[in-house]
């Protein structure tokens, strides 16, 4: 009967003791036929226990799954979020670089303006669209080609070709050209320009500065002319150096031939100097006494 008592203490301790002795006192067919439904009544309360029990247990595994869930989708969010505010902080100082780099573009005197490996013009300058004669916004995304249709006068594709780059080192050159400016004037241009290769190796495209030297082009010219004019006048000047032989009463000047000349011949042969002839107040009164040439109240 050890089931009998374990069912009666599971329904109630306080009377399972006093039913068991009146059933003990109980003639032992009455034993045997209230055994079965005690029996019924405690495997029926086993199962009931045994489901209770293992819904608790899934319950509580559902539980214990669901709170490590929310645990790592809680992890996973505030991971999300710390990857949303580096992003952020990247994108931050991108923004920032590119605002600084367009600054730094639109501040620079000298035309500039990048092309892709297509020749099409991908940036530009104020200094530039003020060159072509056209906003920014229709330069853009244009050839030099298709630019010389609406500017004033034809931009030459020569100076805007790209440079040649190898595999080892980028392209550069220098080409000077004259251009028909949006202000109707002509001025000349020295073009840098550099090809842009990426991390890869890949030739994306080029970029060019065009610096005015239309000035210092006209201080080299006038310098030019300057020093032709004095190499002809140095050329053309004869000067007179050394000792002159020279005769003590005639006056003659012996040359490198040997030759006395006249003093005025051998100074005009070899100066700029001309002479014209007159005569002394002395010499006037020793050729022509009877002449009063000079009038000495005069000296």
């Not at 059933?23 to 009455?30: A, D, E, H, S």
């Amino acid at each position: 009967m050890p089931f009998i008592s374990i069912l009666l203490h599971t329904i109630d301790i306080r009377y399972s003791d006093k039913f068991l002795r009146i059933i003990c006192v109980l003639k032992p067919n009455l034993v045997h036929n209230i055994l079965p439904p005690f029996t019924l009544l405690y495997n029926h309360i086993e199962a009931s226990a045994c489901t209770m029990l293992k819904s608790f247990f899934e319950l509580f595994k559902w539980r214990l799954i669901e709170k490590q869930k929310l645990e790592k989708v809680t992890r996973r969010i505030a991971d999300l979020e710390l990857e949303t505010q580096r992003h952020e902080q990247v994108e931050n100082v991108r923004r920032y670089h590119l605002h600084l780099l367009d600054v730094l573009l639109n501040t620079i005197p000298d035309p500039v303006y990048f092309q892709d490996i297509e020749g099409v013009l991908q940036g530009c300058n104020p200094s530039f669209a003020n060159i072509v004669g056209l906003p920014r916004e229709s330069i853009l995304g244009r050839s030099i080609s298709d630019l010389s249709t609406e500017c004033q006068h034809r931009l030459p594709e020569k100076l805007f070709q790209q440079p040649v780059a190898s595999s080892s080192r980028s392209g550069v050159t220098h080409v000077e050209g004259n251009i028909h400016c949006a202000d109707d004037r002509l001025r000349e241009f020295l073009f840098s320009k550099a090809t842009i290769v990426e991390p890869d190796g890949k030739i994306s495209g080029s970029v060019g500065v065009m610096v005015d030297i239309t000035e210092r082009k006209k201080a080299e010219a006038e310098k030019e002319r300057l020093i032709k004019e004095l190499q002809e006048a140095l050329t053309t000047v004869k000067t007179l150096t050394g000792l002159l032989p020279i005769c003590s009463n005639c006056k003659k000047i012996r040359d490198d031939k040997g030759y006395w000349n006249q003093i005025e011949t051998y100074i005009h042969q070899h100066s700029q100097a001309e002479f014209s002839h007159g005569i002394c107040p002395d010499c006037a009164k020793k050729l022509y006494p009877e002449f009063d040439l000079y009038d000495e109240k005069k000296i």
